[in-house]
DNA sequence: GCAAGGTC
């Protein structure tokens, strides 16, 4: 029996698919598709299913010091049981293995660990090692039919690199957290790719914190020729001659506006007419399309697993790509011509048939692994996607249209005046040929007219204006522009480089979006700047990069390159050692003052945000236990500290972070004032501690104009039922048998009233009613979908939520768990 | 409980 091993599943079933003629039958052993025909067997790996660690003797980072690390052994563990136990128990049987993972070094090095995995189990039978750049019939088939052997040393240029990062990031990662006491769950993590990027972010707000702003003035003339009025912008030349606009002097200014406000007409100097072409855009990498999406709103790790489910559901191609080339067996016009049956954009792609060339543009990277992302011929329905999808679809659709369309093109027309001796200068914009933009309408296309003028030409001049300016900070990074910027600095990589990012969010280094750096983040840059400035640089990097090429052409060893990496980290620790105690203070100064909020009202020591043992937050004081003082906070969304103060309590506002449903909750103690004034109306007592505590259930109204009946113990107590919208709520005389609660009507505009009855049976009714629906409820299920999922046995809402969401995602096709798991999230 | 890199 041949046995051949892929580096994913899906990579598997398009193999065996080819090799097999389409004959090949499928079995799942232990939820591991293995593919079958003729004498052979095809099993996907899913990427790395081992990972590199330190011996068990480490792990205690008590008993532990960290510089220990820094020669302790790597091993090799399992971290995909599954599919070790069943590549193994196939290996045992195979008589050759053909290793058949990704084209590039992390391919190499996965093949490398499949390699040994097999022989543990089987010494003798030969393994062979197949390269193709694309899945295509024709690739795939030569490859077989010639394979070749693994090569080791790149295979070992990877491990350099997983024990360089593990080595680096676990000892400087326990040492930084050590010395600043984080015993529980907060660690302080440090690594090769995350702390440049971080530094990237911290530099930014280092300029903007350093920033001074300078007064400059602009001036204006509206210019007339006949009844075709228009803009122009005075500008000078500078002391090196160069066009300025910006007159830093405001007796100047004023001098100027004085001239052209008086000023009766401007004489036209010159008037340049141009022809600009304005290329469609390269095919989709994975940074490109990241960017893209964002501009449509999607922050990068949701574009990421929104591209992740129309991959796994066959819609688009692998999303996780550097590739800006098409590769040759793409045929642009058969694509076109599948895309040209879709009712939405099908108008589209035949218009684009008509034309007589479909030349697609490319990129500057042509990479081998996988082609850029691209629709398939496999068009879903709109009804079975998302709103979300639907959207990134089209746009991954429209981006395909626009490499095959042509330029667009602009008329810039500059026209210069003369008035009273200071220039006038007016820059216009018109479209004379849409080209792609006619397909894919996410560039701006604004013109700005100017009229046809002639040299000589004498203008009106109706209007002057002066508008007073301040030079700007620098902007924040953007996360899209982030991943850009990683990309330039080769750090991360394609499929990684937006997980850095939520890292950084995880571990309580950035807030907001786009991201701005906390206290902590900014200590960690310092004290990495000050001890171990290789990991704040991208040199890190690009010398890990010069030493794997190096030990992939047989130039270096693997011991060379990880023996000089740690006597470099070894220099490092001997310098650290006695800054410890300083290190660890300054970390942990600035882990507080990202939680606090000032002066606390009942004893003068200080306010700080905390998280209860339910995981809500809350406002505490640090003189606990001495002082009891606490304010509640919203239960949607995380906390963040802004900058500005109150002026009645001088404590910081609070802004809660919660996706779209972001929102500023202002002064925590102001809020509480003014719910303690709202005079909540007071229903009974809370069914959940009222014997106890004596907390009472009320309505109340949240800051984002949710209504709901909730215990007035809250924090403390969380209970709470939801209560409508809109309309007044009468409290009536009637009360509920089982609960006691009084019955509820609700008096909404030009509706008649309409009775809601005891809030307690109302909500479960709600939730029973809910459980009872139809999937096609939920957004994001087609019809399509929804038959697929009754014939698995999940009919209703209800049944859904009962899933395991890998088990569903196993057994019906082009479902992910990701996607099962996002409906249940809509379901409750 | 450490990193970064695959993949889901």
Known sequence: MELIITEKNNAARRIADILSDGGASTERDAGVNVYEWGGKRCVGLSGHVVGVDFPAEYSDWRDVEPAELVHADVTKTATKEDIVNVLQRLAERADDVVIATDYDREGELIGKEAYELVREVNEDAPIKRVRFSSITENEVKTAFADPDDLDFDLAAAGEARQTIDLVWGAALTRFLSLSARQTGGDFISVGRVQTPTLKLIVDKE???????????WELFADLAKD?????????????????????????????????????????????????????????????????????????????????EDLYTAGYITYPRTDNTVYPDDLDPAELLDTLSANPHFGDDAETLLDADDLTPTEGDEETTDHPPIHPT??????????????????????????????????????????????????????????????????????????????????????????????????????????????????????????????????????????????????????????????????????????DMAAIASGEKTYDEVTQESRDLLDRIFDSLGESREEVGTHLQESLKADKTLGPCPDCGETLLIRKSRQGSFFVGCDGYPDCEFTLPLPDTGEPVVLDSECDDHGLHEVKMLAGRNTFVHGCPLCRAEEADDADEPVLGPCPECGHEHDGELRIKTLRNGNRLVGCSRYPDCEYSLPLPRHGDIEITDESCDEHGLPKLVVHDEGDDPWELG???????????????????????????????????????????????????????????ADRVREWQAKAD
């Open 206 to 216: 280092r300029e903007i914190e350093a920033f001074e702003p300078d007064d400059y």
């Open 227 to 307: 009844d075709a009025e228009f803009e122009a912008q005075y500008f000078y030349l500078d002391d090196e001659g160069n066009e300025a606009e910006r007159v830093w002097n405001e007796a100047d200014a004023e001098a100027a506006f004085d001239v052209l406000r008086d000023a009766a007409d401007a004489v036209v100097e010159s008037v340049r007419r141009r022809t600009r072409t304005d290329d469609p855009p390269a095919p989709f990498n994975t940074t490109q399309y990241i960017r893209a999406a964002s501009s449509l709103g999607y922050a990068a790790g949701r574009a990421m697993s929104i591209a």
């Open 377 to 546: 011929a496999d068009m879903p329905d709109r009804g079975d996607l998302s709103e979300d999808e639907w959207e990134v679809y089209e746009l991954v659709v429209r981006r395909f249209f626009a490499t095959l369309a042509d330029p667009a093109e602009w008329a810039h027309l500059r026209v210069v005046a003369d008035c009273e001796g200071l220039q006038l200068k007016a820059n216009g914009r018109r479209l004379l040929d849409e080209g792609y933009h006619a397909v894919y309408p996410y560039f701006g296309t604004d013109e700005n007219h100017v009229p046809a003028v002639e040299e000589g030409d004498v203008l009106d001049v109706s209007d002057a204006r002066i508008e007073a300016k301040q030079t700007q900070p620098p902007r924040r990074y953007g996360q899209s522009r982030l991943i850009e910027t990683m990309e330039d600095m080769g750090i991360g990589t394609k499929a990684t480089r937006h997980n850095t990012i939520e890292k950084l969010y995880d571990r309580g280094y950035i807030e907001d979006d786009p991201p701005k750096p906390t206290r902590l983040a900014m200590a960690v840059v310092e004290a990495a700047e000050e001890y171990a400035d290789m990991l704040v640089s991208e040199e890190m990097t690009a010398e890990l990069e010069a």
């Open 758 to 816: 005891c809030p307690i049976c109302n909500f479960a009714e709600y939730q029973e009613r809910q459980q009872n629906r139809g999937l096609e409820a939920l957004d994001g299920v087609g019809a399509k979908t929804a038959e697929k999922l009754e014939a698995a046995g999940v009919s209703s809402v209800g049944d859904l939520a009962d899933v395991e969401p890998e088990a569903l995602a196993d057994e019906v096709d082009g479902v992910s």
